[in-house]
């Protein structure tokens, strides 16, 4: 079993910055494809970008968010850069078993967090 706690959310204005951690445990992640999600009110949950044998974004994301991980702190980040009202969301962190894996479905991701709450105050 993976543990997987998100950290980092809040209160930002448009055009700021927030990095998420993701922490997990009971597991070394360094196997694991790693995944952002994020789902607003009232939406589907939608991918944000993963981290494997690739890194991948969601388009809506691109040349704003970085994923990254620290295998040695078993810790996955997202910096996001220039959010917008639209970005606010509950971000989840998610582990998948399948390293080189390309599917953007949360149906692919074997682990979940219970996320971390971002708002973009426009």
């Known amino acids: 079993q993976v543990q997987l706690v998100e950290s980092g959310g809040g209160l930002v204005q448009a055009g700021g910055s927030l990095t998420l951690s993701c922490a997990a445990s009971?597991?070394?992640?360094?196997?694991?494809?790693m995944a952002w999600f994020r789902q607003a009110p009232g939406k589907e949950r939608e991918f944000v970008a993963s981290?494997?044998?690739?890194?991948y974004y969601a388009d809506s994301v691109k040349g704003r968010f970085t994923i990254s991980r620290a295998n040695a702190k078993n810790t996955v980040y997202l910096q996001m850069n220039s959010l917008k009202p639209e970005d606010t969301a509950v971000y989840y962190c998610s582990a998948d078993k399948y390293y080189s894996s390309s599917d953007s479905r949360a149906s692919a991701m074997d682990y979940w967090g219970k996320g971390t709450l971002v708002t973009v105050s426009s």
């Open positions: 981290i494997g044998g690739y890194i």
């Open positions: 009971g597991r070394t992640l360094s196997t694991f494809r």
